[in-house]
């Protein structure tokens, strides 16, 4: 039964990871060519919060990418993902600094509060985020405030 568990883990995993290479897709049409981009996301004010999308590392096969994210209420969220064009797949590889090989290294629920899901979790935020990026992001240069 674990083995199953396991599986259907795995293939969620993989879903997410294809998810968000598809809204990566849409939002950066032609990687090859920008290599940054930046939008603003309106969080219930008038004013947007700036986000970064930059293209750190492109190969035949990968590409890094660094997505800052800057609200003015909390700290600044750095998510680094990697792009595994083959496989049509995106992973987060460090969140806030902290790059996802460690988290098996330390026990689950001892060191750092990580559960056994953290890179699920990782993945499912970035999919989430894509999503209000996709569907709420205005341009920096041209936004013009609501009167509500």
Not at 14 to 31: A, R, V
Not at 84 to 96: D, G, L, N, P, S
């Amino acid at each position: 039964m674990e083995n199953k568990e396991k599986y259907l883990d795995l293939k969620e995993f993989h879903f997410i990871c294809e998810k968000n290479y598809l809204l990566f897709s849409q939002l950066m049409p032609d990687l090859r060519k920008e290599k940054v981009l930046s939008f603003g996301i309106p969080l219930g004010n008038s004013k947007l919060n700036e986000v970064s999308i930059c293209l750190s590392e492109v190969s035949k096969f990968t590409s890094d990418i660094k997505v800052c994210f800057s609200a003015e209420l909390s700290e600044k969220i750095e998510i680094e993902i990697r792009l595994y064009h083959e496989a049509k797949m995106c992973e987060v590889i460090r969140f806030q600094g902290f790059h996802q090989s460690l988290i098996s290294i330390f026990p689950s629920k001892i060191k750092f509060g990580f559960t056994k899901d953290e890179k699920f979790q990782w993945n499912s935020f970035l999919n989430k985020f894509l999503i209000i990026c996709k569907e709420s992001g205005r341009s920096l240069e041209n936004f013009i405030p609501s009167r509500i």
